[in-house]
């Protein structure tokens, strides 16, 4: 009797392997384990690019995220909830931040990629610009945009030179280094 006993442990033990696995599994991984896929997740959730388009329709954005062969368009949904809606404007520069709703891309908000300015360059409201105008100060006014809309109108005093002519005429800005220029276009920058 015995030894049937000793014979049906070894049985018993191979059938409780089968059943239940030998190892112990966990539910969730160590904590080491999930921070790079939090940090990750934080990261893949701004869309960086140029919009490509926007339908109010459908209600999406389309961005064009990477530069040359790597560019690729996404698509984001936006609600009434997505805050700056007025920067997702075709042809703009814009950062998108969205998160997963489902199995969709939803913008949270929309902001305007701006250039970042040299050193020794900074950022003039408009209302300080119109006092530098009103007053007796020695300054130069470029207007950056198009010649077509310098045509329509400019700010008093201003010259026109065009983004895509400055290489060319640099020679219309004044020989004194030490003149305040002021830049502006039709957007931001």
Request: proline share 6%; charged share 25%.
């Amino acid at each position: 009797m015995n030894k049937r006993r000793v014979a049906f442990i070894p049985v018993a033990v191979v059938i409780a392997m089968l059943a239940f696995g030998c190892a112990r599994k966990e539910s969730t991984p160590p904590i080491a384990t999930m921070q790079p896929a939090v940090e990750q997740a934080k990261i893949a959730t701004v869309y960086t690019g140029k919009i490509v388009g926007r339908s109010n329709k459908a209600k999406t954005i389309a961005i064009e995220v990477g530069k040359g062969d790597k560019a690729k368009t996404m698509m984001v949904r936006f609600d009434d909830a997505t805050t700056g809606l007025e920067h997702a404007a075709k042809g703009e520069a814009a950062i998108i931040n969205w998160e997963m709703r489902g199995r969709d891309r939803f913008a949270v908000s929309v902001e305007p990629k701006l250039a970042k300015l040299p050193a020794g360059v900074s950022e003039v409201t408009p209302e300080k610009v119109k006092q530098l105008i009103d007053g007796d100060n020695d300054l130069m006014i470029v207007d950056s945009r198009p010649a077509k809309r310098y045509d329509q109108s400019h700010l008093p005093g201003a010259v026109s030179l065009p983004i895509d002519e400055m290489k060319t005429a640099m020679n219309i800005l004044p020989a004194d280094k030490n003149k305040l220029l002021v830049f502006y276009c039709g957007g931001y920058t």
